[in-house]
């Protein structure tokens, strides 16, 4: 084995090379949100909700995508269990386990340094009881460092908010179509409609008065969302559900054209990565298989 360099040897040898691979998450640019802004807190959701301003949430679930997210002004990111079908290529939400949720969680707060960062319960990780929801709580907010947990359910996990929100974990309520109903839901069907309305209204209300910071709606008639807007204090957020909400969330991959195919009525493209990844990929093959790259700019 050849032995190591000591100090006087060390000044001949090639100086290390910056990580080819990156190396976490740059500091904050000064352009786009300041790096000097206030972190996004549950009461300044509060705030716009009563000063009648609107707020921005986006899925991420690596550390790229939250600093852009972050750095662009989006106030809350959501590390959805979305990713079971758009990270790891599942059908439904409902494979994700919550092992998986906390290293994507981890991914999202070590990119994102202002924005509010939500973390779904995924599916089987809190419906047993108050108490294993909290011990999964607990883990996405000391594993994955998350400022909050979101849970799919109505008036029945009220008694599961409130023993959460006792625990000191904030919470956001998750009503409409819920995603990890699907089977019992009987697929992708909007929620609310006609004399469900006052249910959902009441489902809000119950979930407001045991302690949930926000409540987002999925896939619910503009009237009926604006219905449970009326009826609660705090802020709602909309997927599907009208303009009326506080919020708005996207997932990130049907907002930057990433996925393709049909589309929920909900959704609007504002990009198309889809395209741009393809034609920089295409351009680099190309480039290999012709012998262009590397160049001489790129060789040591």
């Not at 000097?36 to 986006?58: C, E, I, P, S, Y």
């Not at 079971?84 to 409902?94: M, Q, R, W, Y």
């Not at 023993?163 to 992708?188: C, D, K, N, R």
Request: proline share 5%; with cysteine.
């Amino acid at each position: 084995m050849a032995p190591m360099s000591t100090p006087e040897s060390a000044a001949s040898e090639p100086a290390e090379v910056a990580a080819p691979y990156g190396t976490g998450a740059a500091p904050a640019r000064t352009g786009g949100v300041p790096a000097t802004a206030a972190k996004v807190r549950t009461h300044h959701l509060q705030a716009a909700k009563a000063a009648g301003q609107k707020f921005a949430m986006l899925t991420a679930y690596d550390q790229y995508t939250a600093q852009i997210f972050d750095e662009a002004g989006i106030e809350v990111l959501l590390v959805g269990d979305s990713a079971s079908n758009n990270v790891l290529g599942n059908e439904t939400s409902l494979p994700i386990t919550l092992d998986e949720m906390i290293i994507f969680s981890r991914a999202v707060t070590a990119g994102s340094k202002r924005a509010l960062v939500v973390a779904d319960l995924p599916f089987g990780s809190y419906e047993q009881s108050p108490a294993q929801a909290i011990a999964s709580s607990v883990r996405l907010m000391k594993e994955g460092l998350v400022h909050a947990v979101k849970m799919e359910g109505g008036a029945y996990y009220a008694p599961t908010v409130r023993a959460l929100t006792q625990a000191g974990i904030p919470v956001m309520a998750h009503i409409g179509f819920t995603p990890q109903s699907e089977h019992m839901l009987g697929g992708y069907r909007v929620q609310g409609r006609g004399e469900m309305a006052q249910a959902m209204v009441d489902d809000a209300v119950a979930l407001t008065e045991a302690g949930a910071f926000c409540v987002l709606m999925e896939m619910v008639p503009a009237e009926t969302a604006a219905l449970v807007d009326a009826a609660i204090s705090v802020p709602t957020v909309g997927i599907g559900a009208g303009n009326t909400t506080t919020g708005q969330v996207l997932v990130w991959q049907d907002m930057a054209g990433l996925r393709t195919g049909k589309m929920a009525k909900f959704v609007k493209q504002y990009a198309q990565m889809r395209t741009i990844l393809a034609d920089a990929a295409t351009e680099f093959g190309a480039e290999v298989r012709s012998g262009v790259f590397p160049g001489p700019e790129h060789t040591f």
